[in-house]
Structures are given as C-alpha cells and as structure tokens.
C-alpha cells in the first residue's frame, strides 16, 4: 500500500470548517484513500473513502486531486468533540485487507 | 444493530499466565482483523481471519499469540505466558465481504500485565 504524509498536529476554532491534508503521491490507479480518526483510546471509527471522486457523508467531505496525488478531508463545522487523531490510509481496492495506519494528524478544536 | 463488540474491556494479568480477548462482529460481517496499540504509539495490524481460516497473520508475534474464529462464536486472540511488553490496547475490526469494504471498530481491551 502506498505511504501517506500527514501534518503531526493542527488546531482549528469551533465552529469553522476543519481541512486536514494527506499526500499520498505513491498512490496507484486501484488504490483508495480511507479517513479514520480515534478520539482519546476509543477504537478507530470510520469516516469516509474514495477512490477518485469527490465523496461526501453525514460526518465529512473527501476532495481528492485530479491526479490523485494528495486529499483533503473536511469537517464542514468542527465541535470539541471532533478533537482526535486522524488517519489517512491508501489502500488496495482488494478491499479486505490489513489498514496500515501511520501517525496521523492530532487535530485540536479550540473553544 | 449493535457494532463490533469486544471483552473483556479491560484485563489484568500476571506476568507467564495467559490472556483470553474475545471479539464478535458486526451483524453480518464475516471478517474480522486483530490490531494491537502499544502505549503512545500507532495502531498496528496484527492478523486478518475469515471463518476458520486465518487469511493474513503477517502482523502476529512468532511465538505466544495465536487467533481463531471459528464456524460459531466470537473470534478470540490467545497471548501465553504474557509478558510485561504485551500491556497494550487490542483492537478488533470487523468487515463484510465484497470490494472495498470498510472495517468498524470495537471499543479494545486493555490488557495490563503486572
């Protein structure tokens, strides 16, 4: 699976949108790029995927670069709740394979 | 629906006895994977299992772990004779199958070895 380059720490005001980058410029054309985070010791909780299109959900948004490159998850109205380590990981599109997590990026809501 | 559940949640064990962590997946879902976290470290893959068969253990310690799911009930890791550097969280996943399918989480265990 392709590596990911993520920034280690990143604050961002409550309320406002939270953009978290990801470089993965070793991607390939049948990989995926998945978001998890994990608040405090929980378990990891799944938040989005995509593989070249743009993708949204109820938790977040995924724009992806035209050449795949790179992504930025966004989460439109960050809460306190929202602080937590989150993952980008690249991933086959076999599908049922192991996650590789990195280090992630520690995002920080500030009141 | 409930999620991936796992216990004991928290278990505390002392050092050459041996650790029983229990993992029942999501409704449905006929995959489950092992990860393990260390203290103040990341999350890593440990083995991948389907129903009776271990598919990917690539992750697993070569000696005192072993992992199973079998036909019916949950999917257990096994760690004997633990040792001081097995205190960790033990995180279970589970899947459907099918392409490409994302994998939820349960809530750990924490195992403590005294």
């Known amino acids: 699976d392709a590596k990911t380059t993520q920034p280690t720490s990143m604050d961002c005001a409550e309320g406002r949108a939270a953009n978290l980058p990801c470089n993965h410029s070793?991607?390939?054309?049948?990989?995926?790029v998945y978001w998890y985070r994990q608040i405090h010791s929980q378990g990891p909780q799944y938040i989005i995927h995509?593989?070249?299109n743009n993708e949204t959900n109820e938790m977040a948004s995924l724009i992806i670069t035209e050449d795949r490159k790179s992504s930025t998850l966004i989460l439109p109205h960050a809460t306190l709740r929202d602080t937590a380590v989150y993952y980008c990981?690249?991933?086959?599109?076999?599908?049922?394979?192991?996650?590789?997590f990195g280090t992630g990026t520690r995002l920080t809501i500030i009141p | 629906n409930a999620g991936v559940m796992q216990n004991p949640r928290h278990l505390v064990r002392r050092r050459g006895q041996e650790a029983r962590l229990r993992c029942s997946p999501m409704?449905?879902?006929?995959?489950v994977y092992w990860y393990r976290q260390l203290p103040e470290e990341g999350l890593k893959f440990m083995v991948y299992?389907?129903?009776?068969?271990?598919?990917?253990e690539s992750g697993m310690p070569k000696e005192r772990f072993s992992a199973e799911f079998p036909k019916e009930g949950p999917s257990i890791l096994r760690i004997q004779q633990v040792v001081r550097g097995d205190s960790a969280a033990y995180f279970c996943?589970?899947?459907?199958?099918?392409?490409?399918?994302?994998?939820?989480f349960g809530p750990g265990t924490r195992l403590t070895v005294t």
């Open positions: 996943a589970s899947s459907s199958a099918g392409t490409p399918y994302e994998q939820y």
């Open positions: 070793t991607i390939s054309g049948n990989e995926y």
């Open positions: 995509g593989l070249k």
């Open positions: 990981i690249v991933r086959s599109a076999g599908g049922n394979e192991k996650l590789t």
């Open positions: 409704k449905g879902h006929s995959h």
């Open positions: 299992l389907q129903k009776e068969n271990i598919i990917d």
